[in-house]
């Protein structure tokens, strides 16, 4: 039994660790803030969800006890890494930042200028 | 077996957090540098959780959730202070 | 909604009365049986059944994960395509919803859905403005955030 679970916290674990890279990866390798943004708030998301998942069951396994803290990082971290992209890129947009040279439409400007 | 591949999650999370160091440097502008700076504070929550699966400790655990709010909070007010110029304003109706 | 939980709970306190025992474990049970006979009675009501209300959160959330899974494998096979041949670019999409919290629920669940990301919401909360890492297949796109995603949050907040 305990075996099956580490096998399962290993696999979560380094599956999150993965999804870092990505983020990471996407980061250098995207060409503006927006698109960055995409990378930033979706994989890093998910890849500390699962590290926590991990942590979890790992809390679960070794002590007996149910950790709800680590459940309520989780939730936290769910509701407002959404929050955050939203806040960044729109701060970005108000104060200025170009889109990329390759965008091919910009309805919020169109709106802006009516 | 299961302490190597915890070693090798450290590995990658700590690359990725030193690729999100080059974003910090560089970005062309400052919303990069926030976006990149968020991203490391979340990598640092990972980081803490598979230290505390390492030392076989749950006393980590407080500050998972610490740092995740401040990380949070930080960017909150890198996106106000970028948008406005000011992190607090008097006038709470704007 | 409220009248109903609280007839709930009084229910539960009379089945732990009746049992004379006072666990939580005895609360629990009758909490449910009290569900089931407001089910049963659910026409006499004025208001809606409330179980119904807390399925609809249940499947709301539901949907969350599924688009966080969908747009984490979206945002991976872009950034790990070894060509860029992406066209980001901003649309307008009108919404139907009218108070604050369905519009942050709406976009967060936007921002969570594959290659979209909402940047601003118009002063008058009726067009958010979404950002689309490929504006070429965003017609499908929208039709999912209309047809699914407003919905699902209707069905909560009725």
Known sequence: MTEILKFFIGLTVLTGALLSLVTAFGLIRLPDVYTRNHAASKSATLGVMLVLLGTLLYAYQDTGSFHSRL?????????????AGHLISRAAYNSGVKLWGNSVRDDLAKHRKK | MFEIVLMISLFIISLAMLGLIYRVIKGPTIPDRVVALDALGINLVSIIAIVSIFLKTT?????????????????????????KGVIMERDRNS | MAFQILLNFFLAFIWMFLKTSYTPVTFLVGYFFGLLVIFTFRRFFHTRFYGY??????????????????????????????????KPGIFALPTEL?????ITILANLITLTPGTLVIDISP???????????????????DGIKNSFEKAIMEVSR
């Open chain 1, 71 to 83: 459940l309520l990082g989780i939730a936290f971290i769910f509701m407002t890494s959404p929050v």
């Open chain 2, 59 to 83: 006393a980590f655990l407080d500050i998972i959730l610490l740092i995740g709010i401040l990380a949070f909070i930080g960017t909150v007010a890198f996106s106000k202070y970028l948008e």
């Open chain 3, 53 to 86: 209300k807390i399925v609809a959160v249940i499947r709301l959330f539901l949907i969350f994960n599924r688009e966080l899974f969908l747009s984490n494998l979206a945002v991976l096979k872009v950034i790990l395509k070894p060509k860029l041949d992406i």
């Open chain 3, 98 to 102: 009218k108070e604050d919290w369905e």
């Open chain 3, 124 to 142: 008058d909360n009726s067009i958010l403005y979404v950002h689309a890492m490929d504006i070429d297949d965003i017609q499908e796109a929208i």
